[in-house]
């Protein structure tokens, strides 16, 4: 067998990246990969096929509530839901693809399988064992379960059940109000759906800015989703017709049923290590199934590093893709970082909610002295001419040196709006610094630069 400098075990947004950017370092790289195709849980059964639906669902919206009010007369819009399923695979097809050129463009090796590390500096797939100076794991994570909820992915599913359902169901249970469970209830939602969000805690949307997720909360409200807070799951079952989920409330310990066409489980997801053999190995880890690392992403096994969703921080693509780089330019001899305190979380629904740095909770908890500026997207032309008003820009900057701590978006365009506000960080800019930078009108990104002039003066179109 062929000796590598480097083999990745897992094809995902941190595994491909990782194999890409080491070979542009000029490393003899080959990755494993069980699926048929590349790309791992993102593109094939999570964050692309996610975002097509939501993209048709928002189009149907659009027509339905919008497209009569703009003097396009188109009359009812139907759902073809067999086409728009084939359009998502189009979109997971297209982008799958794109990696496996990549990978050729690049040289890098794909071996095809299942792997595991039989010693160190070894890589099993199939019967084959391949060496290699340095191994990455890049496996990712799996949805996580609850005791009592029987999972098969038909009437009670995860987040890729809920992809690819046979028909658009009467109604829908979510369990968890995290981005996935309001993500895919969004899309149901749109379709027709009863949708009602059962959620342990008191709010949606756990670790969020909390002012930003009472205003998201109550738009998803709008929009016709349901709400159960303070709710803990006991069970579910599916039925001939459906499933039912039982709860009880926390605050009086009463006991509830609701029942419904499917249940979608979407209380987390877990990391994915099982059958790489890394307990025979001695590799060390945490008590919540991550790998332990160091800061440089090194196991406790030499030559053996970890990144993405099977190591701790947010279980987040890109999160996984800068690990990717970083350890790939470790691994050729260089320098490779990530700097955790700059790294974006958005939720795609409509509107969108963005969010980088810290929120106000957190600056509280600190004891930090810090200011706020906020302006709301009923300010801002663009977004009121494509009825896009809910929401707002909320920027949090040091109060004695302006510096940006973090910034909160819920709005149109929210994942693309926060970037300039991470470039901004990134660079230690002040809230002034990025108020004194011209927008373009009319533009959403405008109503970023009047929350950072409401850190200082006053906004001028508030």
């Known amino acids: 067998m062929p000796t590598f400098d480097l083999i990745v075990i897992g094809a995902g947004p941190g595994g491909y990246v990782c194999a890409i950017r080491a070979a542009q370092l000029g490393l003899k790289v080959a990755c494993v990969e069980g699926r048929d195709t590349l790309g791992g849980t993102c593109l094939n059964v999570g964050c692309i096929p996610s975002k097509a639906l939501l993209h048709a669902t928002h189009s149907l919206h659009e027509a339905h509530q919008n497209f009569a009010k703009m003097g396009l007369d188109a009359g009812h819009v139907a759902v073809n839901w067999d086409r728009m399923q084939a359009y998502k695979a189009e979109v997971i097809g297209q982008n799958t693809k794109g990696i496996e050129f990549l990978f050729k463009k690049n040289k890098v090796t794909w071996l095809k399988g299942w792997a595991s590390i039989p010693a160190p500096g070894k890589v099993q797939v199939g019967d084959e064992v391949h060496e290699a100076r340095a191994i990455v794991i890049a496996t990712g994570s799996e949805p996580s379960s609850l005791p009592g909820v029987p999972v098969d992915e038909k009437v009670i599913v995860t987040s ?30 749109r379709l027709g759906a009863q949708v009602t969000v059962v959620e342990y805690l008191d709010a949606i949307t756990p670790g969020m800015d909390a002012e930003i997720a009472k205003a998201f909360q109550k738009i998803l409200q709008k929009q016709g989703l349901k709400f159960v807070l303070g709710a803990a799951v006991q069970g579910a079952e599916a039925t001939g017709s459906g499933a039912t989920v039982r709860y009880t409330l926390r605050k009086d310990g009463s006991a509830h049923e609701i029942a419904a066409d499917v249940v979608l489980v979407a209380t987390g997801r877990r990391p994915y290590t099982a059958g790489l053999g890394l307990e025979a190995l001695g590799v060390e880890m945490l008590p919540r199934g991550q790998i332990r690392t160091d800061d440089h992403f090194r196991t406790s096994l030499p030559g053996l590093y970890a990144i993405g969703d099977a190591i701790v921080g947010p279980m987040l693509a890109h999160k996984a893709e800068d690990e990717g780089v970083a350890v790939a330019e470790i691994i050729a001899g260089k320098h490779g970082h990530v700097n955790y305190g700059v790294i974006p979380g ?65 709005g149109p365009g929210a994942g693309d709006l926060i970037h300039e506000v991470c470039v901004a960080m990134e660079f230690g800019a002040s809230a002034e610094d990025l108020a004194r930078t011209c927008h373009a009108h009319p533009t959403y990104s405008e109503a970023v630069r009047e929350a950072a002039l409401a850190c200082g003066d006053g906004a001028i179109h508030a």
């Open 346 to 410: 958005v939720v795609y629904t409509t509107p969108e909610v963005a969010s980088v740095g810290a929120t106000e909770e957190q600056l509280k908890e600190q004891g930090r002295a810090y200011k706020v500026g906020k302006f709301s997207f009923m300010g801002n032309g663009r977004a009121k001419a494509v009825f896009q008003g809910d929401g707002m820009v909320k920027m949090l900057a040091d109060k004695a040196t302006d510096r940006i701590l973090g910034c909160h978006i819920i």
């Open 160 to 189: 890729t059940g809920a992809l690819a359902l046979p028909a658009i169901p009467k109604s829908m249970v979510v369990i968890g109000a995290g981005v996935i469970g309001l993500e895919m209830g969004s899309v149901y939602a």
